[in-house]
T-cell receptor, first 112, second 112 residues
Framework: IAGITQAPTSQILAAGRRMTLRCTQD?????MYWYRQDLGLGLRLIHY???????GKGEVPDGYSVSRANTDDFPLTLASAVPSQTSVYFC???????????FGDGTRLSIL | GESVGLHLPTLSVQEGDNSIINCAYS??????FIWYKQESGKGPQFIID?????DKRQGQRVTVLLNKTVKHLSLQIAATQPGDSAVYFC???????????FGTGTRLTIIP
C-alpha cells in the first residue's frame, strides 16, 4: 500500500543524545515536510523540501536538521536532544506545494 | 498575524445526524484550504480541500464551504457514523509560502 512510513514509532531518549527520525514515501511526491505536534499548539512546520537536493526552514527549525538525498527519503536529525523537543513528529509529502499533504502516523519522542 | 482557529473545541453529535465544524482564518491571501481528520495515535488524514476561487466543494458525505467575505470555512459531514469520531483540523495555505497553517482542532464525538 502506497504511503509514508516513519520510524521508529516511539522512542525515549536521554537529553544530549543524537537522534535521527526516518521518513520514506513511495508515492514519488516531490515535496516532503516535517512537523511537530504539541498539545494546544497544533502542527508546526520544522523543515521542508520542495524537491530532492533542496531543503528549507519552517516555523520552528532550531535544533533540527534535514537532508534530501533522493525523492523517497527525508530524515530529521536532532543533533543534541533537549526536553523541549519532546513531541509527536509527523512527516508528510505532497505532489507539489499546491496539492494536499499526506501524513505518516508519526514518531512519539520523549526526551528525558 | 496569520491565524487559523476553530469556533468550537468539542462537538457531540447523535449518530445519523449531520455535523458542522467551523473554522475562522485571518490571512486574506490564503489560496488553499484543507480539512484533515486525525484519529488517536494516527497522523492527519486528508478529507477534502478547496481553492480560494471556489465557494463549495463536495466529496463523499462531506462538503466544504468557503466564505471569503468573512474568512470562514466549514466542514459538513452528512449522516455521521461512529467512525467519524476524531479531531478535525482546518489548514490554510498561501501558495507563495511553504507554510501550511493548522488550526488547533475540534474533537467530534458521535453518540450512538
Amino acid at each position: 500500500i502506497a504511503g509514508i512510513t516513519q520510524a521508529p514509532t516511539s522512542q525515549i531518549l536521554a537529553a544530549g543524545r543524537r537522534m535521527t527520525l526516518r521518513c520514506t514515501q513511495d508515492m514519488r511526491h516531490n515535496a516532503m515536510y516535517w512537523y511537530r505536534q504539541d498539545l494546544g499548539l497544533g502542527l508546526r512546520l520544522i523543515h521542508y523540501s520542495n524537491t530532492a537536493g533542496t531543503t528549507g526552514k519552517g516555523e520552528v527549525p532550531d535544533g533540527y536538521s534535514v537532508s534530501r538525498a533522493n525523492t523517497d527519503d527525508f530524515p530529521l536529525t536532532l543533533a543534541s536532544a533537549v526536553p523541549s523537543q519532546t513531541s509527536v513528529y509527523f512527516c508528510a509529502s505532497s505532489v507539489n506545494r499546491a496539492q494536499p499533504q499526506h501524513f505518516g502516523d508519526g514518531t512519539r519522542l520523549s526526551i528525558l | 498575524g496569520e491565524s487559523v482557529g476553530l469556533h468550537l473545541p468539542t462537538l457531540s453529535v447523535q449518530e445519523g445526524d449531520n455535523s458542522i465544524i467551523n473554522c475562522a482564518y485571518s490571512n486574506s491571501a490564503s489560496d488553499y484550504f484543507i480539512w484533515y481528520k486525525q484519529e488517536s495515535g494516527k497522523g492527519p488524514q486528508f478529507i477534502i480541500d478547496i481553492r480560494s476561487n471556489m465557494d463549495k466543494r463536495q466529496g463523499q458525505r462531506v462538503t466544504v464551504l468557503l466564505n471569503k467575505t468573512v474568512k470562514h470555512l466549514s466542514l459538513q459531514i452528512a449522516a455521521t457514523q461512529p467512525g467519524d469520531s476524531a479531531v478535525y483540523f482546518c489548514a490554510e495555505k498561501d501558495f507563495g509560502n511553504e507554510k501550511l497553517t493548522f488550526g488547533t482542532g475540534t474533537r467530534l464525538t458521535i453518540i450512538p
